[in-house]
């Protein structure tokens, strides 16, 4: 598989999940199993892209500058500082460990 | 995109009388959404390049994919993996896509028939559209707030992820500007504001625990896709959920 075609495939994937939505009947929202699970694995992928993008270093784990970024974004978050500030944030704490060790 | 629905709050205090109030609320709380999530489409542009791809992949993600969440998801897969983990890349792309789909059909009787339109409200069906459009009082105002909250968005999201894209590529050694750090803190920033029920608090720790525990042992997305699992098996069961009041989400 190249970049190419893994970019347009997982994209018409997720079109497609978006206009399946207009096709399916209503009633399928009457089952709360479905849609308590459809939230539930948005939490836990998150949760896990949290982690693997923090620890992960290919198949290892490692804990480096970016694990005290990531502690100060949560602390961020928690204290309702809009999103692209904690981006910038994070960014910046990682890039000044890095540039002073 | 992701954490401005529940930053909408006011379900709109409408009175009977002046439904181009009611209007202009809608246009408002639509375009003060669209402009703060369409601000973000830096970091997934400048991320995108960091994580391997050119500046024109980056910005068909934003052009046709169009979710946030999938679309660093992907990336971030990319960046550990390489293309060799395109499987799980994709998967995991698209089962964060997924909720989408449940969006969709809370929307379309609010987009209403006709399959030219429905194929570009589907399009524009992401987390702040239907956040705005589900929060406004009346079927004209949610109509309004769902086209104009998609239309804002798709148009900041792909403009700021090119020049975002365009940063990233001059940037260089994108790991010295802290940019690997950077996506962590976007996932951290999209999980946030579904972190409120205790249910949804166990999976995300669950889940965080079993990508960590299996990140050594398996090819890289696969631990993202495992951590899903533990999702499905706890919504299945209902373990820790509410059992009287039975809400959809």
């Known amino acids: 598989m190249t970049l190419w075609q893994i970019v347009i495939l997982a994209s018409i994937a997720c079109a497609a999940l978006k206009l399946a939505g207009y096709l399916v009947p209503p009633a399928v929202l009457e089952r709360p199993a479905a849609a308590r699970t459809a939230d539930l694995v948005t939490v836990a992928l998150l949760a896990a892209l949290v982690v693997v993008q923090t620890l992960g270093a290919g198949a290892a784990i490692v804990v480096d500058a970016r694990v005290p970024a990531v502690l100060v974004a949560i602390v961020l978050f928690a204290l309702r500082v809009p999103f692209i500030v904690v981006v910038i944030a994070a960014a910046a704490v990682a890039a000044g460990i890095r540039a002073f060790s | ?249």
């Open chain 2, 1 to 249: 995109m992701g954490r401005q629905a529940a930053a909408v709050t006011h379900a709109g205090e409408f009175g009977a009388a002046d439904a181009a109030s009611a209007r202009r609320e809608a246009v408002r709380d639509s375009v003060a959404v669209g402009i703060a999530t369409g601000a973000y489409g830096v970091s997934f542009g400048a991320l995108a390049v960091a994580s391997g791809l050119d500046v024109w992949q980056a910005c068909v993600l934003s052009l046709v994919m169009f979710s946030g969440g999938s679309q660093f998801a992907l990336i971030g897969v990319l960046a550990g993996g390489g293309t060799a983990a395109w499987p799980a890349a994709i998967a995991s792309s698209a089962l964060l896509g997924a909720r989408n789909g449940i969006y969709g059909i809370r929307t379309a009787p609010i987009v209403g028939r006709g399959w030219l339109k429905r194929i570009a409200a589907a399009w524009i069906t992401i987390d702040e559209s239907t956040a705005v459009a589900l929060a406004q009082p009346t079927p004209a105002t949610r109509r309004l707030g769902f086209w104009v909250t998609g239309l804002v968005v798709f148009t900041g999201w792909n403009l700021t992820t090119l020049a975002g894209a365009l940063i990233g590529d001059a940037l260089g050694d994108t790991s010295r500007y802290g940019l690997d750090a950077a996506a962590a803190a976007a996932f951290v920033g999209l999980l946030w504001p579904r972190l409120k029920r205790l249910q949804a608090r166990a999976v995300a720790v669950a889940a965080a625990v079993v990508a960590a525990l299996l990140t050594p042992v398996l090819m890289p997305g696969l631990p993202v896709l495992a951590a899903a699992a533990v999702a499905v098996l706890i919504g299945m069961t209902n373990w820790l959920g509410e059992r009287h009041g039975e809400g959809s989400s």
